[in-house]
């Protein structure tokens, strides 16, 4: 018993050894571009459907430690700043079939990553699709993608693709729909939702779409945002096995000032951490 405790210590500090020198590894420009060649070169043994349908490069997981030099060793290992994964198609299609008029709104991925949330809006006639990423070589490939779709469909919103940190990017337009695929923390959502608030009180009419929301408490406090939809929402089956889990929580709130009287909310589910700081599910309040 003694034995079995001293070994399972042993490798959880081998284990943990390992991540903090990987991560001082990566602080030096050869480290970081070495790691995350190999990174990319391994997400594409494994890909995603929609990669085949549009011919893009959207599969895989990049660690945080890779994606920007400029992020501080605090943020990566409380990952405030979260790793890369594309969100499941299925999911945000059902959040976006259920908003009335897209043509009238602009639509932001904060957090994008490598672009396939914006692939996904621009099956819905947004009037604009904007991403934001901290990562420079992921907004490239965001970039690329964005570039095919306007080749293949150009008839579809144009995508634009930002490198920057998701609490300055600029927000225009009366009518927006703001994405987040659990991107960040809390000490960065915080300040995002006070910007939000700002819009609703100048007037603008705000949907948030949150995709496992593990932070979605924070938007639930908000007396400037009322909710729209809620559902765990299975995976298409094409998708299952290129995803941690066959289904993932999607909320979507809408600002108070355009909420129409008639609309119930989905107030019948609540968000439930299931594992802390990783995933939430959407739960009906009477399970
Ligand atoms: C889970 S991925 C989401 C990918 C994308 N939204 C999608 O649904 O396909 C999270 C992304 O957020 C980015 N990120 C994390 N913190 C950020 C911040 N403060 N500003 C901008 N991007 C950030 C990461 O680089 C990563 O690519």
């Given at each position: 018993m003694k034995w079995f405790w001293v070994q399972n210590m042993l490798i959880n500090y081998l284990r943990s050894a390992r991540r903090i020198a990987t991560i001082l590894f990566t602080r030096s420009a050869y480290g970081r571009q070495y790691l995350l060649r190999r990174a990319l070169k391994s997400s594409q043994r494994h890909t995603h459907p929609i990669d085949v349908t549009y011919s893009i490069q959207t599969s895989g997981f990049i660690p945080n430690f890779l994606?920007?030099?400029?992020?501080?060793?605090?943020?990566?290992?409380?990952?405030?700043?979260?790793?890369?994964?594309?969100?499941?198609?299925?999911?945000?299609?059902?959040?976006?079939r259920s908003l009335p008029d897209t043509n009238k709104f602009a639509f932001y991925d904060l957090g994008c990553g490598m672009g396939r949330a914006l692939v996904v809006a621009s099956e819905f006639p947004f009037r604009e699709i904007v991403g934001v990423d901290l990562s420079k070589e992921l907004c490239a490939i965001a970039t690329k993608n964005a570039q095919k779709i306007a080749q293949?469909?150009?008839?579809?919103?144009?995508?634009?693709v930002e490198q920057g940190d998701a609490t300055a990017i600029a927000l225009g337009g009366d009518r927006i729909v703001v994405f987040m695929y659990h991107s960040f923390g809390r000490t960065t959502l915080t300040p995002i939702i006070n910007r939000l608030e700002q819009l609703v009180k100048a007037g603008r009419d705000v949907f948030i779409i949150f995709e496992n929301p593990?932070?979605?408490?924070?938007?639930?406090?908000?007396?400037?945002?009322?909710?729209?939809?809620?559902?765990?929402?299975?995976?298409?089956?094409?998708?299952?096995?290129?995803?941690?889990?066959?289904?993932?929580?999607?909320?979507?709130?809408?600002?108070?000032?355009?909420?129409?009287?008639?609309?119930?909310?989905?107030?019948?589910?609540?968000?439930?951490?299931?594992?802390?700081?990783?995933?939430?599910?959407?739960?009906?309040?009477?399970?």
């Open positions: 994606s920007d030099p400029g992020v501080n060793i605090a943020k990566i290992v409380s990952r405030e700043n979260n790793h890369y994964a594309g969100c499941q198609p299925s999911c945000l299609r059902k959040a976006l293949s469909f150009p008839d579809r919103a144009q995508i634009s593990v932070n979605g408490d924070l938007v639930e406090q908000s007396i400037y945002f009322s909710r729209w939809y809620a559902e765990q929402v299975p995976g298409d089956s094409d998708e299952i096995g290129h995803h941690s889990d066959v289904d993932d929580g999607v909320v979507v709130w809408r600002s108070v000032n355009a909420m129409p009287a008639q609309r119930s909310g989905h107030q019948d589910f609540k968000i439930v951490i299931t594992k802390p700081t990783w995933r939430a599910e959407v739960v009906r309040s009477d399970r």
